[in-house]
């Protein structure tokens, strides 16, 4: 069982950056594909980013451009720096790791983009 812990949210002026982090734990970390995901209010959880345990990568359209996916097998961590941030990313940003059966879920960290 893969345990996932985000940090790095917090509240950001409009065109700023964030860096959030989410740290695996319990179980194989490289044979998953890590992604992030968001969920605003009132609004479904929606796919950011993901990136692929083959080295490939996803982005929402939103967001190319601006946020960047990365992961580091070495530490179990994957990584979303955001920049050029807008009152529209503002949600509670989750960390997923999906594999052949399974499918973990961090617990979220808010992002709140001020105008």
């Known amino acids: 069982q893969v345990q996932l812990v985000e940090s790095g949210g917090g509240l950001v002026q409009a065109g700023g950056s964030l860096r959030l982090s989410c740290a695996a734990s319990g179980g194989t970390f490289s044979n998953l594909h890590m992604g992030w995901y968001r969920q605003a209010p009132g609004k479904e959880r929606e796919v950011v980013a993901t990136k692929f345990s083959s080295g490939g990568i996803y982005y929402a359209d939103s967001v190319k451009g601006r946020f960047t996916i990365s992961r580091n097998n070495a530490y179990n961590t994957v990584y979303l720096q955001m920049n050029s941030l807008k009152p529209e990313d503002t949600a509670i940003y989750y960390c997923?790791?999906?594999?052949?059966?399974?499918?973990?879920w961090g617990q979220g960290t808010q992002v709140t983009v001020s105008s």
């Open positions: 997923n790791g999906r594999g052949p059966r399974v499918d973990y």
